[in-house]
């Protein structure tokens, strides 16, 4: 693999925490899933430490990724799991419209503003533990 900053490995951080919880899971549990050592998966995702390859294929594979996914998104592939794209300036968000449907439109509301107050924090969370320059 070429050689990379931090940034460029804190992408496949994210991704793989974000894919961990997206599938309901922690990552102690997920780890346990996957057949490797609790502390990697932690130490990648808290960004500790970078798993050897074959750590991370166990990863890939756990997550449905096909091999070498997450140093794809290294290199600065979208994550597998990205569901949300970026034009002219705003987040649009793929998600299908069974479910949501069924809510009023004061719950549909509602479900938007939590979603984009949550993205938010995220954002401010990501430049947050920016390194300080």
């Given at each position: 693999m070429p050689a990379t900053t931090p940034g460029d490995r804190d992408r496949a951080r994210v991704?793989?925490?974000?894919?961990?919880?997206?599938?309901?899971?922690?990552?102690?549990?997920?780890?346990?899933?996957?057949?490797?050592?609790?502390?990697?998966?932690?130490?990648?995702?808290?960004?500790?430490?970078?798993?050897?390859?074959?750590?991370?294929?166990?990863?890939?594979?756990?997550?449905?990724?096909?091999?070498?996914?997450?140093?794809?998104?290294?290199?600065?592939?979208?994550?597998?799991?990205?569901?949300?794209t970026v034009t002219a300036g705003r987040v649009h968000l793929d998600v299908r419209a069974g479910d949501y449907t069924d809510l009023a439109p004061a719950e549909l509301n509602e479900a938007v503003t939590v979603a984009t107050a949550s993205f938010l924090e995220r954002v401010r969370q990501i430049r947050a533990a920016r390194p300080r320059d």
């Open positions: 991704a793989v925490a974000a894919a961990i919880t997206q599938r309901g899971k922690s990552p102690t549990a997920a780890a346990g899933e996957m057949g490797i050592d609790q502390m990697t998966l932690l130490g990648f995702v808290n960004g500790d430490r970078w798993p050897r390859a074959q750590k991370r294929t166990a990863i890939e594979q756990w997550l449905g990724w096909a091999p070498g996914a997450i140093d794809d998104i290294v290199r600065g592939a979208p994550s597998p799991d990205d569901s949300a």
